[in-house]
């Protein structure tokens, strides 16, 4: 992350990564971003995306309470739910998920617990991994498909 003149932090976010993320909602899966960050533009990268911008839980210090908020909001189950993290505060909802992921790069503490570890680091496609890898497997991958056409 880099530090902006007003003391926002900026974080880098991949293309492949947001793309990802738009055809799991356009597949019909809710999407949630909750994070200890509290950038607006957090907000504006996920809700372009088409991430509700109610699905968007900003300065998160205890992550489980918005993960059962959103979890009730959809009547899902916590058991069917992915959760990536990559620090200490993502290993309580990690340990309530149905699939606990994280990037290479995270902390040992949540590696420790994580269902599966993406080859890659966070920011730099391991969303676009676990995503992609989770609607392959559902047959709901469709961007190699052309539409039919009339």
Known sequence: MQVSDN????RTYNAKDGLAIREAIEAGYPIAIITGGGSETIIRRFTTLGVKDTD??????????????FCHKYGLHPAEVIFVGDDLPDIAPMQHCGLSCCPADAVAEVQAIATY???HNGGCGCVRDIIEQTLKIQQKWNLATPPAST
């Open 7 to 10: 003391g926002d932090l900026l």
């Open 117 to 119: 570890i993406s080859p």
């Open 56 to 69: 968007i839980y900003l300065r998160s210090r205890l992550k489980t309470p918005d993960l059962s908020d």
